[in-house]
């Protein structure tokens, strides 16, 4: 059983930066790939990027490319997803995932542990 956290997120203006966090606690050892999902009423949830296990590799949607980090610091068992140059479009509810294996998967029914979201907002 794993556990995730998220927490960070808030609201901005527009062009400023965020950077959220997500904690896993429990059977951490059983992570690999973790990753950012986010959603707005009446949408489904949307890929934004993946890390794996080793944070070599990574992959992101087109959307938030050049503008959005994945990191990971597997001693604290946390991800982060660094927003910068935010947009509008970028508020959402924004939630971590992880996976047991290794896929740079985008799609959200390959993630096991899922966190409760955090909120993030972008004021015009």
């Known amino acids: 059983q794993v556990t995730l956290v998220e927490s960070g997120g808030g609201t901005v203006e527009v062009g400023g930066s965020l950077r959220l966090s997500c904690a896993a606690s429990g059977r951490t050892s059983s992570l690999h790939d973790m990753a950012w999902f986010r959603q707005t009423p009446g949408s489904e949830r949307e890929f934004v990027a993946v890390?794996?296990?080793?944070?070599?590799?990574?992959h992101y949607t087109d959307s938030i490319k050049d503008r959005f980090t994945i990191s990971r610091d597997n001693a604290k068992s946390t991800v982060y997803l660094q927003m910068n140059s935010m947009e509008p479009w970028d508020t959402a509810l924004y939630y971590c995932?992880?996976?047991?294996?290794?896929?740079?998967?985008?799609?959200?029914?390959?993630?096991?542990?899922w966190g409760q979201g955090t909120q993030v907002t972008v004021s015009s």
């Open positions: 995932a992880a996976s047991d294996y290794y896929s740079l998967s985008s799609q959200y029914y390959t993630y096991r542990s």
């Open positions: 890390i794996s296990w080793s944070g070599d590799n990574t």
